[in-house]
């Protein structure tokens, strides 16, 4: 038992950090940091599935710029990945985004970090242009995603854990018949109008001065749902929907989105010739009616948290509006009696 416990010593003193010894080299120092996103309604991290490019940005306790840090390899879909960082001794404040630095980003930083940068300079903006390409399929957000910590260095790396939170939404609009029979997409302009394209380095959203986006969908369609018999007609009449998908940016409960969906002219069915609006609805508050009592949480906390919404209208032989059914996941609101 003395031999063992001679030979642990041994091993013990020379993996250790706290005794010097002038013939070995100085242990590592700096910090290993996890990225994981469970801010999401499954509370599961989802990082390795869904971040394809990272960028970290350093700042000292002081706020001033210090280094940046660029993945975009396939180690992000690791769930053992850690960003292992030899730093000089002190405390730290990191800020990482996911989306940036891909090919298919649509956010930016506005001005790239660089020595004598503050924290407090980060902007990231987002493409507008890509809102309005031409090709419906080029208006969908790459996702976006953003982080921070601050942490203290160690010898043998401090460990600590950046938890990233999901900027980008994508909302799909569903278009019914009541009484069964199709409803063209082609008949319908589709938009989200809101003020959420300029992050902050806190990520809260800058809205001062700039200017309202317009989202419209990368996406529509039909589909069909299954057959319904009306009346005394012997015939089933099949139920196709129409469905268009919009991608936005970051939703916050103090910002008043608006969902408008317009009967455009050369529908058939639209008398005078005009843009019809059918509806002209706050996102915002329709949405949280989705937020089960289940969910302890507030506003922008679910907002945050979900990022995948389904919206379905329900449309009456007469051309009018009848209810809102909003399905997230498998929570269902029903809202009879709209004005919309």
């Known amino acids: 038992m003395g031999a063992a416990f001679c030979v642990a010593s041994i091993g013990l003193a020379f993996s250790s950090c706290e005794r010097i010894y002038e013939d070995l080299d100085p242990c590592p120092h700096g910090v290993s940091l996890r990225f994981i996103y469970d801010y999401n309604m499954e509370y599961a991290n989802a990082f390795p599935k869904q971040v394809d490019c990272l960028t970290l940005y350093i700042y000292d306790d002081k706020g001033n710029y210090v280094d940046t840090k660029t993945v975009t390899g396939t180690e992000l879909q690791d769930e053992n990945y ?21 090919d298919e980003k ?14 407090t300079d980060l902007r990231v903006e987002m493409d507008k242009s890509r ?6 399929k080029d208006r969908k957000l790459h996702d976006m995603f953003w982080g921070e910590l601050s942490l203290a260095t160690a010898d043998l790396y401090s460990e600590g854990t950046v938890e990233m939170m999901k900027n980008t939404n994508n ?9 069964g029979g199709t409803v063209n997409a082609d008949d319908f302009d589709f938009e989200i109008t809101d003020n959420n394209s300029l992050f902050n380095y806190d990520n809260d959203l800058l809205t001062g001065g700039i200017p309202t986006v317009t989202y419209t969908p990368w996406t529509k369609g039909q589909a069909q749902t299954g057959v319904t018999h009306t009346g005394s007609q012997a015939t089933p009449i099949p139920v196709e929907v129409a469905y268009a998908e919009l991608s936005t940016s970051r939703l916050m409960k103090k910002n008043n989105p608006h969902l408008v969906v317009k009967r455009r002219k050369e529908d058939k069915s639209n008398k005078d010739g005009k843009d019809d609006v059918v509806i002209n609805i706050p996102l915002n508050e ?10 302890k949480m507030g506003d922008q906390e679910y907002l945050d948290r979900e990022s995948r919404w389904t919206l379905f209208f329900f449309l009456q032989e007469n051309g009018n509006w009848w209810n809102v059914k909003i399905v997230v996941n498998d929570w269902v609101v029903r809202i009879n009696d709209v004005e919309l």
């Open 171 to 179: 909302i799909r609009i569903v278009l019914q018949q009541l009484e």
């Open 131 to 136: 809102v309005t390409a031409t090709v419906p």
């Open 106 to 119: 649509t956010f930016s930083v506005i001005q790239e970090p660089a020595s004598g940068s503050k924290y």
């Open 82 to 102: 850690r960003m292992k960082l030899d730093l000089e001794k002190g405390n730290y404040h990191f800020v990482a985004y996911g989306g940036l630095a891909c």
């Open 286 to 295: 329709y949405l949280l009616l989705t937020c089960s009592e289940y969910y």
